[in-house]
């Protein structure tokens, strides 16, 4: 999702390896971050796979129940619901605490940290203002981010960037409203509709779907 960030937040970027007073200690009781968020916790196919996997439900069990759709820089893409009057995400519990902490999306999982993208790759930057947080303490993103094989990860965050990217311009270069709904409904289908299997592994079933569809896309884009 396309934003906004401060120029102070850019000032020091970071890579996995670096260290970042990114813990709030929200292990403690705190969950600001997951109230109010609107439509702004998008998911990735990575998200999917593993709420799925972690649910045992399917990607249309999770819209009845925990994601909705809404339209992200003209792209129809899931995000987490939030309800009630405090607009509380759909998984915390009534403590306060994330009834999916293990298997929790990626954006969860980065923030306060967001991610800058530039020359093909991106950087961590720590968010000044979204964390009410005072005195957060150090923490190294890759133990921050809690994630296994992190640099697989990377570069499928990498290439789900780039490509939506690529997606984007050419909608944008078209200016089809048909094209725009029918390769949308198409994107959305392919990599959150149809179902993984759970139990292989998600990277090598996300590529083979990136490669198919950038095949469309390349055609589209010669017409």
């Known amino acids: 999702m396309r934003r906004e960030v401060p120029e102070e937040d850019l000032r020091r970027l970071y890579r996995s390896c670096d260290m970042v007073k990114a813990d709030c200690g929200g ?3 705190c969950s600001d971050c997951c109230r109010g968020m609107g439509n702004s916790v998008v998911l990735d196919p990575w998200d999917v796979y593993w709420l799925s996997r972690g649910l045992n439900s399917s990607f249309s069990v999770l819209l009845n129940e925990y994601v909705e759709l809404n339209v992200v820089d003209g792209l129809v893409l899931p995000n987490l619901k939030m309800t009630g009057e405090e607009e509380r ?3 915390l519990d009534a403590e306060g605490r994330c009834r999916v902490h293990g298997f929790r999306p990626g954006i969860c999982r980065l923030f306060p940290l967001g991610r800058y993208y530039e020359n ?7 968010q000044s203002r979204e ?3 005072e005195n957060r303490t150090k923490v190294k993103i890759s133990k921050w981010l809690g994630i296994p094989d992190l640099k697989r990860y990377e570069e499928f965050v990498l290439q789900w960037h780039d490509f939506l990217d690529e997606v984007m311009e050419l909608l944008d270069k078209q200016k089809d409203n048909q094209l725009s709904k029918d390769l949308g409904t ?3 289908n392919t990599f959150y509709g149809e179902p993984y299997d759970l139990k292989a592994d998600f990277y090598g079933q996300f590529e083979e779907r990136l490669t198919r569809t950038k095949k469309l896309v390349l055609v589209l884009g010669r017409n």
């Open 89 to 91: 995400c759909r998984f």
């Open 120 to 126: 093909r790759e991106f950087r961590y930057f720590l």
């Open 186 to 188: 198409y994107l959305l």
């Open 27 to 29: 292990c403690k009781g």
């Open 131 to 133: 964390c009410k947080k």
